[in-house]
């Protein structure tokens, strides 16, 4: 279950995922230098119209596409606030595939697989889950927060 998870955000603090129980959670690969990096703008207008109502957007950036998020925790945070005035939670820096894979993403993509055998394959790849915590879909890096809003809609009434 999702909630047994516990991961380290961006300041190195230790962030038990059962915090999120009863949220509708939108979970996130990231960069900072990526071509899909704009979609930032999205996820902020997402949270900001939707927190209130429950939803969370949980960020992880990954340095293993291209070399797109190449600086500190603190500096990736830095960017996204200044850039984008995010203000839902950053984590620390992970891998989503290979040995080192953050344990969540081998547990969402056990879930909900995609087309490459579970594999993510680029930045901004994200995974919506219910209430119940649940892993309901998973996205591909080019579908936009914009075409989200609706499945968030529905899930959040």
Do not use: H
């Amino acid at each position: 279950m999702i909630y047994n998870f516990k991961v380290k955000d961006s300041k190195g603090g230790i962030v038990s995922l059962s915090d999120y129980r009863g949220k509708l959670m939108l979970i996130v690969n990231t960069a900072t230098g990526c071509g899909f990096t704009p979609q930032y703008k999205g996820l902020q207008k997402l949270y900001s119209g939707y927190r209130d109502k429950g939803l969370e957007i949980l960020d992880f950036p990954c340095n293993q596409f291209g070399n797109q998020a190449p600086g500190s925790d603190q500096e990736i945070t830095d960017f996204c606030v200044g850039r984008f005035a995010v203000d839902f939670k950053i984590f620390s820096k992970i891998d989503v595939n290979g040995s080192s894979e953050e344990p969540l993403f081998r547990y969402l993509k056990r879930e909900k697989p995609g087309l490459m055998g579970g594999a993510i394959k680029w930045n901004f790849t994200k995974f919506l889950v219910d209430r119940d915590g649940r892993v309901i879909k998973r996205y591909a890096p080019m579908v936009t927060p914009e075409k989200i809003e609706s499945d968030i809609v529905s899930l959040l009434s």
